[in-house]
């Protein structure tokens, strides 16, 4: 008898596409996924349940379905997404308690895989050369979704410790990138002129969207524990990102940055305190734990992930009916936003 593997977050971008990798595993029976909106993207055969995560409903979901395993892949990135702020942290951090809550009744669930980001790395001056596991942050993130990254993860952890049979992952992932992609990060990327912080040139780590749904799937069906980043091999410095985007900078002192930020938002580009400490600070992540548990490399490395979401935009400059089309799709947020 195959796995039965519950997905939350079906309706997104990311949560669409691992359903339909995890359908087509022949290790796998049956795929159920939950959301409140119903999928817009093909997600193979697998079921859709709608479901509310902050609701009491996500624990007959569980139970009913017999699952296995659960990926949680459902939080929300940005407020505007979900009607606000308010609205954001029921969604990610007291939905995530109400399905952690389920699991640990279930008698059923085996496997749990939670989505996290590189966020949760938020102090610069805390930054070493490479971000690994192990590193703890000083202080609570100040960003919104950081914020809540962080405190889902401390639930988990929670539960692992209530739970010492069940087998949990955390996976931290760096900025996704790709030809789907639209994110904070894509969308600052693609201002006519850049404003950056002066005196800075951060690295930029991103993880291709491909290789995002090929960790997840691998991750759900393996056994590995604890917490994993997830990042493409090398990097590239902001100012080398706006060279290949063919897009000028400018340099602006952090307290500039910070005022433009406020009449940016208005518009739905992130300059959230998260978004600033990334343009003032190097954030690059040490995979190796991932790589040994899955016996697995991504496929592109983090300059070849750039390239391939340059080359989707310039395709969309020349034919603005490819772009009309790729929009009918919601998109992940930026992993590092």
């Given at each position: 008898m ?83 702020r ?18 640990q ?6 496997r749990?895989?939670?989505r ?14 490479l ?15 950081a ?98 985007a063919?897009?000028?900078?400018l ?38 734990k991932?790589?040994?548990?899955l ?14 979401f ?16 790729n ?11």
């Open positions: 195959g796995r039965i593997v519950l997905v939350t977050g079906v309706s997104r971008y990311l949560g669409a596409r691992v359903a339909e990798a995890l359908q087509a595993d022949p290790g796998v029976e049956r795929v159920i996924g939950v959301d409140p909106v119903p999928p817009r993207q093909e997600a193979g055969r697998a079921e859709y349940v709608a479901t509310d995560l902050h609701s009491d409903s996500v624990n007959r979901v569980v139970r009913d379905s017999g699952a296995d395993t659960v990926l949680h892949l459902g939080l929300a990135t940005m407020s505007e997404d979900v009607g606000g308010a609205a954001m942290k029921e969604n990610n951090v007291l939905g995530t308690m109400q399905l952690l809550a389920a699991c009744r279930s008698h059923t669930v085996r749990l895989v939670v996290s980001s590189a966020a949760v790395y938020s102090e610069p001056e805390h930054d070493p050369g971000c690994t596991e192990d590193i703890e942050a000083r202080s609570m993130p100040r960003s919104a979704y914020q809540d990254a962080a405190e889902v993860e401390f639930h988990t952890r929670g539960l692992a410790r209530r739970r010492p049979d069940l087998s949990v992952a955390i996976m931290r992932f760096a900025n996704f990138i790709g030809p789907s992609m639209e994110t904070p990060l894509t969308r600052y990327l693609g201002l006519r002129v850049v404003p950056t912080v002066r005196g800075y040139d951060p690295r930029m780590q991103f993880l291709h969207e491909d290789d995002g749904v090929e960790a997840i799937r691998r991750m759900a069906l393996g056994d590995g524990n604890g917490v994993f980043n997830v990042a493409a091999p090398g990097s590239l410095t902001l100012s080398q990102c706006l060279r290949r063919g897009r000028p900078g340099a602006m002192p952090e307290r500039g940055l910070r005022m433009l930020g406020g009449l940016a938002r208005r518009g739905r580009l992130d300059y959230s305190p998260d978004q600033l400490r990334l343009l003032c600070s190097d954030r690059v992540l040490d995979f190796s991932l790589e040994h548990t016996g697995w490399t991504p496929t592109y490395t983090s300059q070849e992930a750039f390239e391939s340059l080359r989707e935009r310039s395709a969309q400059r020349a034919h603005p009916k490819r772009r009309r089309r929009e009918r799709h919601p998109q992940i947020g930026s992993a590092a936003a």
